[in-house]
């Protein structure tokens, strides 16, 4: 199963950038596929999630109702809105996919970089 991460760069403070995740090699209504973030220093942490129908997300606090985490099964695709950008957003983003035997986010993509100016 392989990731593509795509759609960062550079957004304003109070502004908006989408990011997208293409998974290809497995069947992708199986995955459940989860956002992650990371900071240059520091460890990698958990962004949001999406269940493998889509019926269901989750975030971290920090972003809860300016980040949407939404999936199209028929493109294979699962999307990042991140609106009311702050700069403590700015970070490498990274999707990973959960693994349904394992249950755990046993792939990842190679991450796209986010950046918020102030």
């Known amino acids: 199963v392989q990731l593509q991460a795509s759609g960062g760069g550079l957004a304003q403070a109070g502004g908006s950038l989408i990011v997208s995740c293409t998974v290809s090699?497995?069947?992708?209504?199986?995955?459940?596929v989860g956002w992650f973030r990371q900071v240059a220093g520091k460890d990698r942490s958990y962004v949001g999630s999406?269940?493998?129908?889509?019926?269901?997300?989750y975030y971290t606090n920090s972003v809860k109702g300016r980040f949407t985490i939404s999936r199209d099964n028929a493109k294979n695709t699962v999307y990042l809105q991140m609106n009311s950008l702050k700069p403590e957003d700015t970070a490498v983003y990274y999707c990973?996919?959960?693994?349904?035997?394992?249950?755990?986010?046993?792939?990842w993509g190679q991450g796209t970089l986010v950046t918020v100016s102030s």
């Open positions: 990973a996919a959960e693994n349904p035997e394992t249950r755990l986010y046993d792939y």
């Open positions: 090699g497995g069947v992708f209504s199986r995955y459940g």
């Open positions: 999406i269940t493998s129908n889509g019926g269901h997300t």
